[in-house]
């Protein structure tokens, strides 16, 4: 089984923001797969099903950002999986153009806050993640303001597509041609 966790907030007012981006491809991969996200626990939503002929969890958790990792392990260690063959996260990126995603099968947090609390608590970097374009913060803009601000209607069009890709890019993944997904979709556009 593998698990894919989409990173976000949660809440109405959270909704499409940038920093939710993970969640809104969780919910186009449930829907496109017709997997209900309707368990609740380990401080998650989530859902089962199948994807490119795997078993999958499709996971939002609950915790708020930067406790995304409170979520995570504990879920990853009930089904005692591992984190570097069994976890793929989909999160935010601000130094990516919107409409770009970028495919790495490990790494650093790079600054995210979300992303350090998974590596925290899964003591590992060894994880795959897509990281979905949202746009660099302007200049004297508040990280946390833009990163939980909407997108433009154009921006928002741009990453919609790019939700398009990063399920198509789960599904290489699946497929085990994690190099294959690195060199379609990782190019600039």
């Not at 770009?100 to 350090?116: E, F, L, P, Y």
Request: net charge negative.
């Amino acid at each position: 089984m593998k698990v894919i966790a989409g990173l976000g907030n949660p809440g109405k007012k959270y909704e499409h923001t940038r920093h939710n981006v993970g969640f809104d491809v969780i919910d186009a991969m449930a829907e496109k797969y017709n997997i209900i996200l309707n368990e609740k626990k380990y401080k998650g939503i989530y859902g089962s099903g199948y994807i490119a002929g795997q078993k999958v969890l499709l996971v939002q958790p609950q915790t708020y950002m930067n406790l995304s990792g409170e979520c995570i392990a504990p879920l990853m260690d009930f089904y005692k999986l591992d984190p570097e063959e069994d976890l793929l996260v989909i999160y935010d990126d601000i130094s990516l153009d919107p409409g770009r995603i970028r495919i790495r099968a490990k790494g650093s947090a790079g600054g995210h806050n979300g992303m350090k609390s998974v590596i925290g608590w899964l003591g590992t970097e060894k994880f795959a993640r897509i990281k979905v374009g949202v746009g660099e913060k302007p200049e004297n803009w508040d990280l946390a303001d833009y990163v939980t601000g909407h997108f433009s209607k154009e921006d928002r069009a741009l990453v919609e597509d790019a939700f398009v890709d990063a399920i198509s890019a789960t599904e290489h993944i699946l497929m085990d041609d994690f190099s294959g997904a690195m060199n379609l979709f990782n190019r600039k556009k």
